[in-house]
C-alpha cells in the first residue's frame, strides 16, 4: 500500500485528493493518510476557487491526519510519496529537501521558478534514485494524447501546423506578484509550451509578444511563435484577463497534410481531407486522474516516468524563460 502525503489543500490539492480517492476506489494500491496546510484549519471548512470545479466544495477529514508543519507530518507519518500543491517559489527547496529524505515526490506545475531550481530538482531525482514528476497534466488529458498518438504514428502525414490556447479571468493573490507567480506565461501559457515540448521537442528559436495590463503581475496575455527545421507554422496564445461570464477555455487547432485536429467547446473533432470529419472517443477522465494514476503505477511497479519525466519539464520550463526573454526584448528571436 503506498502512503501518500499530500502538502497544500487549496484548489490543487482538492483536485490530487479527489482523484487519489478515485484511484483508491478502483483499486489502485493507495491511500492518503495525511494532509499538510498552514491554514489546515481554516480550509477543511472552506471552499477553493479555481478554474474548474473539485469534486466536492467543502470536505470532511476526520479520517485524515491533519497537520501545520511538514516538518511535524513527516516526522509523524510513515509515507511514500509526498504531493507537493504549493505556490511555485516554495517547490524547488521542498522538492530536493524531501528526495533526499527518501520520499518519491509529485509537484505541481510549474515546475520550479527558474530553471537552474528546477535542474537541481532533476539531478536530485536521478542522485537520490527516488521518482520525481511535475504536474503537467495536459500531457494526460485525453484530447491531447489522441492528438500526441496522430503525431507519433502520422497517420495523418506530417503536422504542417498548429495553434494552442487557453484564458481565464485573472487569478487572485500571490499570482498577481510576478516575482513569484511568473505571470501568466510560467503559471498559464506553460502548459501549451509544454505541449508543444512534449509533442515536438525544443523549438530551434521562439518569438513572443506580451502584455501587461495588471501592474506588478508580469505578463498576463502573450503570444508565442515556434520556429522548427521542418518549417511547421506554431503559435500559442495565452490570456488571463478574460473577465464577466468567460470562465475557463483550452483547446487548439492542428493540422496534418491529410486532416485537421480541433479541440474546443464542442469537444476533440478530426476532419480528414477525404473523409467526413468525426468525433474520436475518449478516455472519461481528465489529465489530473491520468497524471497521478500514472505516477503512482511507475511506483507501485518500479517503472520509469515515461511520459512526464523531469528533464523533459525542465526543458520547458527553458522555453518558457526564453519566451519571457523575447517578450522582454519587444518579440526579438530567442534561439534555444
Not at 16 to 37: M, P, S, T, W
Request: overall charge negative; hydrophobic content about 40%.
Amino acid at each position: 500500500m503506498l502512503k501518500i502525503g499530500l502538502i497544500g489543500f487549496g484548489f490543487m490539492g482538492r483536485m490530487h485528493f479527489d482523484n487519489y480517492k478515485r484511484l483508491a476506489a478502483e483499486g489502485q494500491q493507495i491511500k492518503v493518510v495525511a494532509i499538510c496546510d498552514v491554514a489546515i484549519e481554516t480550509l477543511k471548512n472552506a471552499k477553493a476557487g479555481g478554474n474548474m470545479a473539485t469534486a466536492q466544495e467543502t470536505y470532511d477529514l476526520s479520517g485524515y491526519a491533519l497537520y501545520d508543519s511538514v516538518d511535524q507530518m513527516i516526522a509523524s507519518e510513515e509515507l511514500d510519496l509526498i504531493d507537493i500543491t504549493l505556490p511555485t517559489t516554495l517547490h524547488a527547496d521542498l522538492t530536493c529537501e524531501l528526495l533526499e529524505k527518501g520520499y518519491h515526490v509529485f509537484c505541481e506545475k510549474p515546475m520550479a521558478r527558474s530553471s537552474d531550481q528546477a535542474r537541481r530538482m532533476v539531478e536530485t531525482a536521478e542522485r537520490t534514485g527516488r521518482k520525481l514528476q511535475i504536474g503537467q497534466c495536459l500531457r494526460f488529458w485525453p484530447a491531447y494524447e489522441y492528438l500526441k498518438a496522430c503525431v507519433e504514428d502520422k497517420r495523418y502525414g506530417d503536422v504542417t501546423g498548429g495553434y494552442f490556447y487557453r484564458g481565464s479571468h485573472a487569478p487572485a493573490g500571490w499570482f498577481l506578484n510576478g516575482e513569484l507567480s511568473g505571470g501568466a506565461l510560467l503559471d498559464m501559457h506553460i502548459h501549451d509550451t509544454d505541449i508543444v515540448n512534449w509533442l515536438f521537442g525544443k523549438p530551434e528559436r521562439v518569438s513572443t509578444i506580451g502584455r501587461n495590463n495588471i501592474p506588478g503581475s508580469g505578463f498576463d496575455a502573450a503570444s508565442t511563435h515556434y520556429v522548427y527545421p521542418d518549417g511547421k507554422v506554431l503559435n500559442a496564445q495565452v490570456d488571463w484577463t478574460l473577465e464577466g461570464d468567460f470562465g475557463f477555455e483550452m483547446g487548439f487547432r492542428v493540422n496534418f497534410a491529410g486532416a485537421n485536429i480541433i479541440l474546443g467547446k464542442d469537444g476533440l473533432t478530426v476532419n480528414p481531407s477525404d473523409a467526413p470529419g468525426f468525433k474520436p472517443e475518449l478516455a472519461d477522465h481528465d489529465g489530473y486522474y491520468g497524471e497521478l494514476r500514472s505516477f503512482t503505477n511507475a511506483i507501485l511497479k518500479d517503472e520509469a516516468i515515461e511520459v512526464c519525466p523531469p528533464a523533459s519539464t525542465l526543458a520547458s520550463l527553458e522555453i518558457v524563460e526564453a519566451e519571457q526573454q523575447s517578450a522582454e526584448r519587444g518579440g526579438e528571436w530567442i534561439k534555444l
